[in-house]
T-cell receptor, first 114, second 110 residues
Protein backbone atom coordinates (compact mmCIF):
# COMPACT_ATOMS: atom_id res chain seq x y z
CA UNK A 1 0.00 0.00 0.00
CA UNK A 2 1.46 3.35 -1.06
CA UNK A 3 -1.12 5.53 0.69
CA UNK A 4 -2.11 7.08 -2.65
CA UNK A 5 -5.79 6.67 -3.43
CA UNK A 6 -7.71 7.36 -6.62
CA UNK A 7 -11.39 7.57 -7.45
CA UNK A 8 -13.34 6.28 -9.15
CA UNK A 9 -11.73 2.92 -9.91
CA UNK A 10 -13.61 2.51 -13.19
CA UNK A 11 -15.57 4.88 -15.39
CA UNK A 12 -17.46 4.64 -18.66
CA UNK A 13 -18.14 7.79 -20.68
CA UNK A 14 -19.22 8.60 -24.19
CA UNK A 15 -17.33 10.62 -26.77
CA UNK A 16 -17.63 14.37 -26.20
CA UNK A 17 -18.34 14.13 -22.49
CA UNK A 18 -16.19 15.51 -19.72
CA UNK A 19 -14.61 13.57 -16.84
CA UNK A 20 -12.97 14.40 -13.51
CA UNK A 21 -10.61 11.98 -11.81
CA UNK A 22 -9.41 12.41 -8.24
CA UNK A 23 -6.25 11.57 -6.36
CA UNK A 24 -5.31 11.80 -2.70
CA UNK A 25 -1.58 11.93 -2.15
CA UNK A 26 0.44 10.15 0.49
CA UNK A 27 0.71 11.98 3.79
CA UNK A 28 3.58 14.45 3.74
CA UNK A 29 3.84 14.58 -0.05
CA UNK A 30 3.44 17.94 -1.80
CA UNK A 31 3.73 16.87 -5.44
CA UNK A 32 1.29 14.98 -7.63
CA UNK A 33 1.98 13.71 -11.14
CA UNK A 34 -0.59 12.31 -13.56
CA UNK A 35 0.08 9.66 -16.19
CA UNK A 36 -1.94 8.00 -18.95
CA UNK A 37 -1.26 4.33 -19.59
CA UNK A 38 -2.71 2.77 -22.72
CA UNK A 39 -3.10 -0.99 -22.81
CA UNK A 40 0.23 -2.76 -23.25
CA UNK A 41 2.31 0.39 -22.93
CA UNK A 42 4.26 2.26 -20.31
CA UNK A 43 2.74 5.32 -18.64
CA UNK A 44 2.94 8.67 -20.45
CA UNK A 45 3.45 11.84 -18.39
CA UNK A 46 0.52 14.26 -18.53
CA UNK A 47 1.50 16.94 -16.01
CA UNK A 48 2.73 17.52 -12.49
CA UNK A 49 1.49 19.80 -9.71
CA UNK A 50 3.79 21.14 -7.01
CA UNK A 51 2.35 23.27 -4.23
CA UNK A 52 -0.86 23.91 -6.18
CA UNK A 53 0.83 25.04 -9.41
CA UNK A 54 1.41 23.16 -12.64
CA UNK A 55 5.09 22.28 -12.81
CA UNK A 56 5.75 20.60 -16.11
CA UNK A 57 3.51 19.18 -18.80
CA UNK A 58 3.85 16.34 -21.27
CA UNK A 59 2.61 16.20 -24.84
CA UNK A 60 -1.11 16.35 -24.08
CA UNK A 61 -3.65 18.87 -25.48
CA UNK A 62 -5.19 21.66 -23.36
CA UNK A 63 -8.41 19.69 -22.90
CA UNK A 64 -6.40 17.80 -20.28
CA UNK A 65 -6.28 20.08 -17.24
CA UNK A 66 -5.74 19.71 -13.54
CA UNK A 67 -5.87 21.20 -10.09
CA UNK A 68 -4.06 20.69 -6.84
CA UNK A 69 -5.71 21.68 -3.59
CA UNK A 70 -4.17 23.05 -0.36
CA UNK A 71 -4.21 19.53 1.15
CA UNK A 72 -2.19 18.44 -1.95
CA UNK A 73 -4.93 16.23 -3.34
CA UNK A 74 -5.45 16.65 -7.05
CA UNK A 75 -7.92 16.39 -9.90
CA UNK A 76 -7.45 15.55 -13.55
CA UNK A 77 -10.11 16.93 -15.89
CA UNK A 78 -10.53 15.84 -19.48
CA UNK A 79 -12.94 17.70 -21.75
CA UNK A 80 -14.40 16.63 -25.09
CA UNK A 81 -13.50 12.98 -24.55
CA UNK A 82 -12.20 11.02 -27.53
CA UNK A 83 -12.11 7.27 -28.04
CA UNK A 84 -8.30 7.31 -27.71
CA UNK A 85 -8.62 8.71 -24.20
CA UNK A 86 -9.59 5.21 -23.06
CA UNK A 87 -6.75 4.20 -20.74
CA UNK A 88 -5.63 3.66 -17.17
CA UNK A 89 -5.00 7.04 -15.51
CA UNK A 90 -2.41 6.94 -12.76
CA UNK A 91 -1.49 9.52 -10.22
CA UNK A 92 1.72 9.48 -8.25
CA UNK A 93 2.69 11.49 -5.21
CA UNK A 94 6.13 12.51 -4.07
CA UNK A 95 8.07 15.02 -2.03
CA UNK A 96 10.31 17.46 -3.82
CA UNK A 97 13.76 16.73 -2.41
CA UNK A 98 16.07 18.34 -4.92
CA UNK A 99 18.07 15.17 -5.47
CA UNK A 100 15.88 12.47 -6.93
CA UNK A 101 12.19 12.26 -6.28
CA UNK A 102 10.63 8.86 -5.75
CA UNK A 103 7.05 8.73 -6.99
CA UNK A 104 4.51 6.42 -5.40
CA UNK A 105 1.53 5.39 -7.48
CA UNK A 106 -2.13 4.91 -6.78
CA UNK A 107 -4.08 1.96 -8.22
CA UNK A 108 -5.37 4.03 -11.14
CA UNK A 109 -8.72 4.88 -12.70
CA UNK A 110 -9.66 2.88 -15.76
CA UNK A 111 -11.55 5.07 -18.20
CA UNK A 112 -13.47 3.65 -21.13
CA UNK A 113 -14.78 6.06 -23.77
CA UNK A 114 -17.49 4.69 -26.04
CA UNK B 1 5.59 10.24 -26.50
CA UNK B 2 9.20 9.65 -25.58
CA UNK B 3 10.02 6.21 -24.21
CA UNK B 4 13.06 4.34 -23.07
CA UNK B 5 14.22 1.25 -24.96
CA UNK B 6 13.44 -1.65 -22.66
CA UNK B 7 14.29 -5.26 -23.44
CA UNK B 8 13.32 -7.96 -23.67
CA UNK B 9 9.64 -7.32 -24.34
CA UNK B 10 8.71 -10.58 -22.63
CA UNK B 11 10.45 -13.49 -20.94
CA UNK B 12 9.37 -17.07 -20.41
CA UNK B 13 11.41 -18.66 -17.64
CA UNK B 14 11.37 -21.65 -15.32
CA UNK B 15 10.86 -21.14 -11.62
CA UNK B 16 14.25 -20.81 -9.95
CA UNK B 17 15.98 -19.25 -12.96
CA UNK B 18 17.67 -15.87 -12.86
CA UNK B 19 16.21 -13.00 -14.91
CA UNK B 20 17.89 -10.00 -16.47
CA UNK B 21 16.33 -7.02 -18.23
CA UNK B 22 17.67 -3.64 -19.25
CA UNK B 23 16.84 -0.15 -20.42
CA UNK B 24 18.73 2.27 -22.60
CA UNK B 25 18.16 5.88 -23.52
CA UNK B 26 19.63 8.51 -25.80
CA UNK B 27 19.18 11.02 -22.96
CA UNK B 28 20.96 11.31 -19.64
CA UNK B 29 18.89 10.81 -16.50
CA UNK B 30 19.56 11.84 -12.91
CA UNK B 31 17.56 8.97 -11.46
CA UNK B 32 16.62 5.51 -12.69
CA UNK B 33 13.67 3.69 -11.19
CA UNK B 34 12.40 0.15 -11.56
CA UNK B 35 8.70 -0.60 -11.01
CA UNK B 36 6.54 -3.73 -11.13
CA UNK B 37 2.93 -3.58 -12.19
CA UNK B 38 0.38 -6.32 -11.61
CA UNK B 39 -2.84 -6.47 -13.65
CA UNK B 40 -5.36 -3.80 -12.66
CA UNK B 41 -2.96 -2.06 -10.28
CA UNK B 42 -0.61 0.88 -10.30
CA UNK B 43 3.17 0.44 -10.58
CA UNK B 44 4.98 -0.42 -7.35
CA UNK B 45 8.49 0.88 -6.80
CA UNK B 46 11.15 -1.84 -6.56
CA UNK B 47 14.46 -0.01 -6.66
CA UNK B 48 15.56 3.63 -7.02
CA UNK B 49 19.04 4.55 -8.29
CA UNK B 50 20.42 8.05 -7.79
CA UNK B 51 24.12 7.93 -8.76
CA UNK B 52 25.92 6.84 -11.90
CA UNK B 53 27.53 3.46 -11.30
CA UNK B 54 25.34 2.76 -8.26
CA UNK B 55 24.52 -0.90 -7.65
CA UNK B 56 21.58 -1.50 -5.32
CA UNK B 57 19.90 -4.65 -4.05
CA UNK B 58 16.44 -5.27 -2.64
CA UNK B 59 16.19 -8.91 -1.61
CA UNK B 60 16.53 -11.03 -4.75
CA UNK B 61 16.50 -7.92 -6.95
CA UNK B 62 19.64 -6.08 -8.02
CA UNK B 63 19.77 -3.00 -10.22
CA UNK B 64 22.55 -0.80 -11.53
CA UNK B 65 22.66 2.78 -12.81
CA UNK B 66 24.96 2.86 -15.83
CA UNK B 67 28.14 4.94 -15.75
CA UNK B 68 27.02 6.94 -18.78
CA UNK B 69 23.67 7.66 -17.03
CA UNK B 70 21.92 6.41 -20.15
CA UNK B 71 21.18 2.86 -19.12
CA UNK B 72 20.21 0.55 -16.29
CA UNK B 73 19.65 -3.14 -15.71
CA UNK B 74 17.54 -5.16 -13.29
CA UNK B 75 18.37 -8.72 -12.25
CA UNK B 76 16.07 -11.08 -10.37
CA UNK B 77 17.70 -14.14 -8.86
CA UNK B 78 16.00 -17.48 -8.24
CA UNK B 79 12.62 -16.43 -9.63
CA UNK B 80 9.43 -17.49 -7.86
CA UNK B 81 5.80 -17.52 -9.09
CA UNK B 82 4.95 -14.16 -7.49
CA UNK B 83 7.60 -12.48 -9.65
CA UNK B 84 5.18 -12.73 -12.57
CA UNK B 85 4.12 -9.32 -13.82
CA UNK B 86 5.27 -6.43 -15.94
CA UNK B 87 8.49 -4.66 -15.01
CA UNK B 88 9.04 -1.05 -16.07
CA UNK B 89 12.13 1.09 -16.03
CA UNK B 90 11.71 4.85 -15.70
CA UNK B 91 14.23 7.65 -16.03
CA UNK B 92 13.90 10.99 -14.30
CA UNK B 93 15.59 14.13 -15.58
CA UNK B 94 16.05 17.54 -14.06
CA UNK B 95 12.40 18.44 -14.77
CA UNK B 96 11.23 15.59 -12.49
CA UNK B 97 9.20 13.99 -15.28
CA UNK B 98 9.36 10.20 -15.48
CA UNK B 99 10.05 8.75 -18.92
CA UNK B 100 9.07 5.08 -19.11
CA UNK B 101 10.07 1.98 -20.97
CA UNK B 102 7.40 -0.15 -22.64
CA UNK B 103 7.78 -2.87 -20.03
CA UNK B 104 9.10 -6.43 -19.77
CA UNK B 105 6.44 -9.05 -19.21
CA UNK B 106 7.73 -11.89 -17.03
CA UNK B 107 5.99 -15.24 -17.38
CA UNK B 108 7.00 -18.29 -15.39
CA UNK B 109 6.54 -21.61 -17.15
CA UNK B 110 4.87 -24.31 -15.08
Amino acid sequence: ETGVTQSPTHLIKTRGQQVTLRCSSQSGHNTVSWYQQALGQGPQFIFQYYREEENGRGNFPPRFSGLQFPNYSSELNVNALELDDSALYLCASSTRQGVGETQYFGPGTRLLVL
Amino acid sequence: GQQLNQSPQSMFIQEGEDVSMNCTSSSIFNTWLWYKQDPGEGPVLLIALYKAGELTSNGRLTAQFGITRKDSFLNISASIPSDVGIYFCAGQGSNYQLIWGAGTKLIIKP
